[in-house]
């Protein structure tokens, strides 16, 4: 049997990217109608596409560009990657704060070594026509949520996009990075979510 689990959910959306199920003002969904999940939700997806956007709409517009730059400066390179750990985990203000020095080496050598900053960032250009409407899925979904994820979606609005919805959970500290981050949360979330479809 075919299952996912989720941390960065999207949802589909039909009308605006705003679930149908909210009241709206002349058909169309209002921030000022908006619940404040709601709310936090569209100011994070505002920041996510706007002021951290920068480094997404670069792979997405001109990947190759960048992507020389990062295998010709391993400088450069760490400081693309450290800026994503900077802006995007749940820290007090320091990426330290939420990964290792070691831990952030050894992703930043990964790319590194293996020269895969272009082809990692590719995603971005391939999927430059895209949206944050993911696609329908029927198949059984569970989903966590991390506090710190950019963007963060309300459960209403995950409810509303997977109508096979078997687990809904809200992990207590975590970011965009949450396997990085925290992995035996991570873990527990799988397994949870995903227990009842055990045969």
Known sequence: MSKIHLTSSFRRCPDSG???????????????QA????????????LYT????????????????????????PAGQAAWIYEK????????????????????LDAISLYWFTNSA????????ENSSGSFAGPKLTLPVAVTVFPRDIPR???SWIEDTYTNLIHYGEA??????????QPEILISEIRTGLRSLRS
């Open 118 to 125: 272009a082809s990692a960032g590719r995603i971005y250009w």
């Open 172 to 181: 207590d500290k975590g970011g965009h990075f949450a396997a990085f981050e």
């Open 18 to 32: 705003f679930p149908k199920s909210r009241p709206r003002r002349g058909g169309l969904f209002h921030v000022s």
């Open 85 to 104: 750990f900077q802006s995007k985990t749940d820290n007090h203000g320091l990426a330290e704060d939420a990964l290792s020095t070691d831990d952030m």
């Open 153 to 155: 979606l309300p459960r």
């Open 35 to 46: 619940r404040p999940e709601e709310r936090y939700a569209v100011d994070t997806l505002a």
């Open 50 to 73: 706007g002021y951290l956007g920068g480094s997404n709409h670069l792979q997405g517009t001109k990947p190759e560009t960048v992507g020389f730059a990062l295998a010709d400066s």
